[in-house]
């Protein structure tokens, strides 16, 4: 059998039904897409391929998948730290985006932050900000893949000056990406208080009619449900199921304040939920019931927030805080096992996004998003249970290889699309004009 790429490695976690760990293995591909998954003999014997990467001491895994992030925000990591949420935002946040978040400041923070999530494996961001068309766009250069978010809030920004005016520009986004290889659209009106109930409305005929998924954040504080009960009466996402955009469109992240009723309501509808475990613990928003949620059968994808309330894009550092947490909510050792973990940062997230017939596991026949990682180092040593090294111990320094639809962006460790030196220099030019004003 002839095949463009054949990669052999000690071990393989495909992330499929069985969660199986496969040793000895090789990954066949061709054409972008995994077309064999084989023990390496017989790959030796039956494959020809063009080029072929040998990877001893290493595992490889399906793409990490960002469900949750603000790309751009990579320039203001930082900037205000050890703060609740609503004096971060309204005091810090929103302050500096009004002064600086232009179509430059986006394409050089988003060249930053896919940078950083390139070598720390995550292969897929699902993103929501201000210029979507401009990290659309800096994602199909560097080989990224990507959910931009058609952004919505009430009031006027740089990007926006009103409702009609989001829409606008998140629909002709949609219509230049139609069909694209890497980049896809969903809707993302930033909050059920930064987006009121007309333009969600609208939202939810617009997301039907296109089949794109809704990204929002919700229930992130008790701040947030207290404000919603004594203004309208009723719970955030009561009011969105009101709506109707309480559904498999739903893409919910954080979601730490939620009642027994309120995750059998997520579970019959189909809803995903994206947990932020370290942004919500750096900002004090509450502990997402991961288990509970699991254990009623709904979909839980991880996402890292953006850097400026992490402070870091690491995923794989992610999958160990939401297994360690997990642990702690539940006050259970078994809440959120490894390969649970891996699941959630992977296929979980395919899901999420609506695009698991295409990406999340190695598995024939889906696109060639492939990760592999260093187990040789002292910190991964001895290794008994590999996915458990992976999510325990781990680092994202040890990443060594990625491909995406099956061309390498990462090799060695170093990244094959993207210019390091000048990115780090930009980045460096932005926060000495910020701190100046």
Not at 38 to 43: F, G, W
Not at 201 to 226: C, G, K, N, Q, Y
Not at 381 to 393: G, H
């Amino acid at each position: 059998m002839q095949a463009e790429l054949l990669i052999h490695a000690d071990w393989v976690l495909p992330v499929d039904n069985a969660d199986r760990t496969l040793t000895r293995h090789s990954l066949v591909v061709d054409q972008g897409r995994i077309v064999a998954l084989l023990p390496r003999a017989e790959a030796e014997t039956q494959i020809e391929a063009s080029l072929v990467h040998d990877l001893p001491g290493q595992v490889l895994i399906p793409g990490l998948i960002n469900a949750h992030t603000h790309a751009a925000m990579s320039l203001l990591r930082g900037i205000a730290d050890d703060l609740p949420l609503m004096t971060w935002l309204h005091e810090h946040i929103w302050p500096a985006e009004a002064r600086w978040v232009d179509p430059d400041f986006v394409a050089d923070g988003t060249r930053l932050a896919v940078l950083e999530m390139l070598c720390g494996g995550v292969t897929c961001f699902n993103d929501m900000y201000f210029y979507p068309e401009v990290t659309a766009r800096v994602c199909a250069e560097a080989g990224m893949r990507v959910l931009a978010g058609m952004i919505v809030v009430d009031f006027p920004t740089r990007y926006a000056d009103s409702v009609d005016s989001y829409l606008e520009r998140g629909l002709a986004l949609y219509e230049s990406y139609r069909g694209h290889a890497l980049v896809r659209t969903a809707f993302a009106p930033h909050s059920i208080y930064a987006a009121s109930r007309e333009p969600l409305e609208r939202v939810r005929i617009l997301a039907d009619e296109l089949e794109v998924p809704v990204h929002m954040h919700l229930h992130e504080t008790r701040e947030e449900i207290v404000a919603s009960l004594r203004e309208h009466g009723e719970r955030p996402l009561a009011r969105l199921d009101q709506i109707g955009l309480v559904g498999p469109q739903l893409v919910a992240i954080h979601m730490t304040q939620l009642e027994e009723a309120e995750i059998e309501r997520l579970a019959l509808t189909g809803s995903h939920v994206v947990h932020c475990p370290e942004s919500n613990l750096k900002l004090a928003s509450g502990f997402c019931p991961v288990a509970r949620l699991l254990a009623a059968g709904v979909n839980v994808a991880l996402g890292t927030d953006g850097a400026a309330s992490n402070n870091d894009l690491n995923l794989l550092a992610e999958m160990r805080t939401a297994a360690l947490l997990a642990k702690g909510v539940a006050g259970s050792a078994a809440a959120v096992p490894a390969p649970q973990a891996l699941r959630m940062a992977t296929i979980n997230g395919a899901r999420a996004l609506g695009i698991d017939d295409e990406v999340g596991s190695l598995e024939p026949g889906k696109a060639a998003d492939i990760v592999a990682v260093d187990l040789c180092s002292p910190h991964t040593q001895p290794i008994y249970q590999v996915c458990s090294q992976l999510v325990y111990a781990a680092s994202s320094n040890r990443i060594t290889q990625v491909w995406i639809g099956g061309r390498q962006v990462l090799r060695d460790g170093q990244p094959l699309t993207l210019d390091p030196a000048a990115i780090l220099g930009d980045a460096r030019a932005w926060q000495r004009r910020i701190s100046a004003r």
